[in-house]
Each structure stands twice: as structure tokens, then as C-alpha cells.
């Protein structure tokens, strides 16, 4: 009979099991389900806190009790996902034999704050010895991500260290972005309830501790207990369109399109097909920009996609799109916007396959109008902006002003090819900064252009990156001011990962502009708080919140005339 432990003693340490491909006969008590299989642990285990005393069997067919004691004969597997996807030992049972007696119990190791390392290296170790195990989550925790349609939950247990939110939001710490922050997944959808950041967990969660989409998370057994009194409120704008200022307004689409995609258009049925009328997408962004925005001269629009969506196609346009969201804008009492957007080349600029994704304005004829000569994209044939998205640069009349202001609406390389921190190579290293970096170079050089022509400006968008990153250092240089910087700590995200709260969209303006008192910036959070029913068809308008300026333009050159 061979000790859990034996079978275990790598896994997770990025290397393959020497044993993988070997048979083997092992003793364990069942402690929880996967969707194609189930855990195993040794009671006795092996003592050895960096080791881990159990396994996941593989058996999508058969899924043994929970609480069961078993003999199981199957053959040692490696699974490894991705090229530099993190190894896990498994076993596919051939033969499973109840043992008689009662099974022995076992009890789970808590993951309290005093029990979680600060050090990422050491977390990483302490939770490669916890793989498989029964785990759990004391009661009290607070809720700091909202529920998701997969019934992915994130908690922060009682006395966690770090700036939190006035809801009790974990906000991202720039000494430690990689944070893990512990989180279960519940498989029945019918036992797993709508929940917002802020909510209190009423009793604890317990199940094996599983690796899986490069992090750990637990598989929580049975119904859990929630407090979740507080409603999220979604707030209006406190900034205004007057006489003197405009409001423009940055919102991420989320890959919108008009479109329902046909099957056999699309690369991949099961996640290219969407119906963004039904679901409520567009009534939902419309909402956002009249009523939580106030209805803002300009509306910097980011994954705007084509007039077919996903659709392979030799479709670019994305009028109907735009068209769509103006028409929801306009019967919940908004203005008559305009749009604007240079489309393009097919499959060009990454995002969706099919897409077409882009930057795009909406605009207010009443309070702005667009010199469409001095639209532009930002990098084209540059290699920092092959297959990314374009920066869509437009100067603005402000009537009755006579003063322009040029807007650049940016969405840079995405950190969607960021290694783990779990990683076994070069945990997390971000593929795509030198090329962030890059591109906000770009933006800085046609930024400079405007400066030298003394006109106002205003980058705003999806920056894929944090305020205290190299990207944003590169943008701003010593003349320019990311307005996210001048708001409290506590209020600095606009963005949910995992539990963690961090600032994606940003507002950069000149300093003298800064230093006039021309430019006030808000978000407006909410979105990224409250939680959709898992396995519900429908979603959020965004999975951003909504980031607002108002600027003054010209005013800095006024004070200094005075």
C-alpha cells in the first residue's frame, strides 16, 4: 500500500511525477467532488506541512460518497494545461473497495489570516502542501468579489491586512499585486446565491483545495450561509456639464455587439455566441451613461464590436452597434448622440475572433462637435500595436467656447497572457508590460504633439495596467497627472480580479491643467461590486466601472493671463 504522500510529494512544484504512468494501490476518505472526479486524503498524513496528503481521482463517470474510506487501485497521471501550465498529480481509478469500519475523520485546515504568508514565494509553497486537502473558510469572512455566472466566490477571512474599501473591498497593494486571496467554487448553481462585495459569510466553507485556471480554489461542500443586507448602490455622477466644463465619460463595452451570432460562423460555439438585446447589455450601458453619468458630453467607448459580432466575417462596420446604444440612450431621457469611430481591418486588432473590436465616441452636438479631419488612429504599422487595439485620437469644439480639447481613447495589450503566480516558470511575469510600455510611448509622443500646439488633452480608456506600473510612468513622464492618483487610496479601482480591486481605466491630463483646478475625476463604482446569479444567461453592462472627468478647457490659460 503506498502513502498519499508519496504520490504527492512534488505536485505542484512545477515538476512532472516521476511516478506518472505507474499503478498504484492507495487508502484514503472522500472528501469532496470535482465535475470529473473526486478527492481523496490520507487521515494519517504524512505531518510534513509543505507535502500534501491527498489526490484528485480522476472518474467523470463515478463519483464515490463523501466520507467514505476506500482502497484504490488506478494509474499515477500528470494533467498539465496550457504550455506553461503547473503540473498536477492525479489518479485514474481502475478498482475502488469500500474499507470496513467507520471512516476515519478529518478535520480542515483553515485559512485564517494568521495562517496565509504575506510572502507570495512562501504562500505559493504553503499552498502547493494544502493541494487536495480539505480546507475551509471560517465563518465572518467578507465577501471582496461578486458572485460570477460560474459560481466562483472570493472571501477575505477576519483580521486581513491591507487597505479595504468602506464595503470591506480588498484594494490592490502594490508591494504584493499578486495576492491570493481564498475562493470557492460551487458546483450546484441551484445551492449558490447572488452576492455582492461587502456580504458576510454566516457560516464556513469547507472542501478540497483544487488547482485550477492557474490559481487555487476551494470545492465547497454542501449549502453556505450569507449576509448580504447591504445593497450595492450604483451612484450619480457629482460632476456636471455647465458652461465652462464638459463630463466625458469612459466605459468598456464588453465586447458589444447587435448581433446574435450563428453556430457555425464562430470560432468557438460555446463562447462566441451571445445576445447582448436580450440579456439587457445595451438598456444597461444606456442606463449608465444618462442616469448614473448624467448624460456626459463625450463618452470614450472601448470593445465596440461589428455589426455581426463574432462572426468570421469580412464585416468591419459597427453602426447598427452604435446606433442601437443611441436609440436605449435616447428613450431613457439622453441626449441625440452622435458616433464616431475609424473601423478596423478585419481581424486586425485582437480581442474576440470575429469582433473587430475598436475604440469609438459618443458625442453630444449640443455641447461638443467633432473636427473629424483631426480623427486619427494612434500606431498603426508600429509593432507594438500589431494585433492591438488602435488608440482613436479626436479633437472637440467646445461650443460657445471657441476652445478645443483633443481626447485620445486608448485599450492596450491586454494582461490576459500574465503567467500565475503559481507558475512554474517565471511566475508571474507579464508578457505583454514592454509592450504596454511601448505603446504608452506612442500615446506620449502624439501627446507632446498636442502640448506643443497648446491645446488641452485628456487620455483616457482601458489601460490594462495600474496606476504604480511602468505603463503609466512611460504616459505620464513629469508633465502629465493620472487623475487616479489625486483620489484616496480606498477609492482607487474601477476593476475586480479575483478579489482584488485594482485600477485599470485611468484619466491622465496635463499638470498645468492639473494645477489650474481645471480637471475633477470620479468613478463610479458599483458595477464591479454587485454579484449576477450563477448560471444565469444574462451579465453585467460592463465589467468596469464607470470613470468620469469634468475639465475646464482653457482654463489653466486664463489663470495664468489673470
Request: glycine content about 10%; aromatic content about 6%.
Amino acid at each position: 500500500m503506498l502513502p498519499l504522500t508519496r504520490i504527492c510529494a512534488i505536485q505542484g512544484s512545477g515538476l512532472l511525477s516521476p511516478m506518472a504512468g505507474q499503478t498504484v494501490r492507495i487508502r484514503g476518505v472522500v472528501t469532496g467532488h470535482a465535475r470529473k472526479g473526486y478527492f481523496v486524503q490520507d487521515p494519517v498524513g504524512s505531518k510534513d506541512p509543505l507535502v500534501s496528503d491527498a489526490v484528485f481521482v480522476y472518474s467523470p463517470r463515478q463519483k464515490a460518497r463523501v466520507g467514505l474510506h476506500l482502497e484504490l487501485e488506478g494509474r499515477v497521471l500528470d494533467y498539465v494545461k496550457g504550455d506553461n501550465g503547473r503540473p498536477t498529480t492525479q489518479l485514474k481509478a481502475f478498482e475502488a473497495k469500500l474499507l470496513p469500519g467507520t471512516a476515519p475523520s478529518i478535520e480542515p485546515v483553515w485559512l485564517t489570516a494568521e495562517f496565509l504568508p504575506d510572502d507570495e514565494e512562501e504562500l505559493a509553497r504553503v499552498l502547493n502542501g494544502l493541494e487536495a486537502m480539505l480546507v475551509g473558510i471560517p465563518k465572518d469572512s467578507t465577501f471582496v468579489a461578486p458572485s460570477n455566472p460560474f459560481g466562483d466566490y472570493v472571501c477575505a477571512p477576519p483580521g486581513l491586512s491591507g487597505t479595504r474599501t468602506a464595503r470591506g473591498g480588498v484594494v490592490i497593494d502594490p508591494a504584493r499585486p499578486h495576492r491570493w486571496l481564498p475562493g470557492f467554487r460551487m458546483l450546484n448553481y441551484d445551492r449558490a446565491p447572488v452576492v455582492n462585495v461587502g456580504a458576510t459569510l454566516l457560516s464556513p466553507v469547507i472542501g478540497p483545495l483544487n488547482y485550477r485556471s492557474e490559481a487555487y480554489q476551494i470545492v465547497a461542500r454542501g449549502t453556505i450561509e450569507v449576509d448580504d443586507t447591504r445593497p450595492v448602490v450604483h451612484p450619480k455622477a457629482s460632476l456636471t456639464s455647465d458652461g465652462e466644463g464638459i463630463t466625458i465619460l469612459a466605459l468598456n463595452g464588453f465586447n458589444l455587439d447587435v448581433h446574435v451570432e450563428r453556430a457555425h460562423a464562430v470560432r468557438d460555439p460555446d463562447r462566441d455566441i451571445d445576445d447582448d438585446l436580450l440579456y439587457g447589455r445595451f438598456e444597461m450601458l444606456a442606463g449608465a451613461i444618462v442616469d448614473e453619468a448624467g448624460a456626459p458630453d463625450i463618452v470614450a467607448l472601448q470593445e465596440i464590436q461589428d455589426n455581426d459580432g463574432a462572426e468570421l466575417s469580412s464585416v468591419v462596420d459597427a453602426s447598427e452597434t452604435y446606433k442601437q446604444l443611441i436609440k436605449d440612450v435616447k428613450r431613457l431621457g439622453g441626449p441625440s448622440y452622435r458616433w464616431a469611430d475609424i473601423p478596423p481591418e478585419v481581424d486586425a486588432d485582437g480581442g474576440q475572433p470575429g469582433g473587430n473590436i475598436r475604440n469609438g465616441y459618443l458625442y453630444n452636438p449640443q455641447r461638443v462637435e467633432l473636427r473629424r479631419k483631426s480623427m486619427r488612429r494612434l500606431g498603426d504599422g508600429t509593432a507594438a500595436f500589431e494585433g492591438s487595439r488602435k488608440p482613436l485620437l479626436a479633437r472637440f469644439e467646445v461650443l460657445g467656447q471657441d476652445l478645443d480639447i483633443v481626447v485620445v481613447n486608448v485599450h492596450l495589450a491586454s494582461k490576459r497572457h500574465q503567467n500565475s503566480v503559481f507558475a512554474p516558470q517565471r511566475p508571474g511575469f507579464d508578457a505583454k508590460e514592454e509592450t504596454r510600455v511601448a505603446q504608452a510611448r506612442i500615446i506620449r509622443a502624439a501627446v507632446d504633439e498636442v502640448q506643443q500646439a497648446g491645446l488641452d488633452y485628456y487620455v483616457t480608456g482601458d489601460f490594462n495596467d495600474f496606476e504604480f506600473s511602468p505603463t503609466l510612468r512611460a504616459l505620464c513622464g513629469d508633465d502629465s497627472v493620472n487623475m487616479v492618483e489625486t483620489l484616496p487610496q480606498s477609492e482607487r479601482y474601477d476593476y475586480n480580479h479575483r478579489g482584488q480591486l485594482q485600477v485599470l481605466m485611468h484619466g491622465v491630463v496635463s499638470k498645468r491643467a492639473f494645477d489650474a483646478g481645471a480637471v475633477e475625476y470620479e468613478v463610479l463604482h458599483g458595477n464591479e461590486l454587485n454579484g449576477v446569479d450563477p448560471g444565469g444567461m444574462g451579465g453585467k453592462a460592463s465589467d468596469h466601472a464607470y470613470v468620469l472627468a469634468r475639465v475646464c478647457v482653457g482654463r489653466q490659460a486664463r489663470t495664468k493671463a489673470v
